[in-house]
């Protein structure tokens, strides 16, 4: 197989293996793109399995990039929130990824709970059925250690509160009556749709104006809704949008976007419980 007849079958696999790691679409493509480049310095017959090399090749690169993107996150102004994958963000990352893949964006947040070795082992055995030796030959351990580092890893996303159940059924609509009531500046309906513990977490990367913590509860997060609508935010470029294949909110400006909001749902009272704001204008690419 050559490369360009390996690009066109797995470039849409290796993206999602890429994105699920890093979080990040750049990152994601270059990733990719790097791998593909490196291929054409490799005998073709020299590979057994391209598929299998492929993957293990963008999987190396991830988890150098993990490995030192660890200290970067950590000096990182306020929270960090992985890169949304929307509809406006251009064709090309889209396409990547199968519309039936699970890539939630709450998913994103919670692999952030694990170290880089864990997510690796924990994304191929859960999102692609890797076995154990095949996951150990990659990371360079033992098949006995990658079990223990995937029950550690469920333990810490089990906590985050995945659960690896479908989406709740419920978010589409509740999610479009929240937009609703913003663009209708109800903000009192607004607030009603949002559960006692919602919390909001902001990223603006230092690049803008943002919540330097999470802001929890009911009260201030009223507060907080509040304080932006006063601004006239909300009612003039608010729209719903497809987010990691989930009904999510763009608050628009000129060509850009100005922020990408996810939601979560709570199972209990099917109300708002988290906002992922994403505010930093490197996370939000143009349509």
Known sequence: MNVE????TYRKLLFSIAYRLLGTITEAEDVVQDVFVSLQSVDPDSIGNIRAFLCKSVTNRCLNILQSAAKRKEAYPGPWLPEPLYTGSGDEPWQRVEQEEDIRFAYLVMLERLSP???VVFVLREAYGYE????AEIV???????????????????DAGYSGTPPDERKHAVVQQFISALQQGNIPDAINLLADRIVIVTDGGGKVRAAMRPIAGI????AFLRGIAAKHTFSPGVAPISVNGETGMAIKRIQLPAAIWCFELEPESGKISRIYSVYNPDKLKGE
């Open 140 to 158: 360079d351990k033992s098949a006995d250690n990658c079990r223990k580092m995937l029950s550690r890893s469920r333990r810490k996303m089990n």
């Open 219 to 222: 009260e201030r997060v009223g």
């Open 5 to 8: 007849t390996a690009y066109h």
């Open 117 to 119: 070795l864990e997510r």
């Open 132 to 135: 154990y030796e095949e996951i």
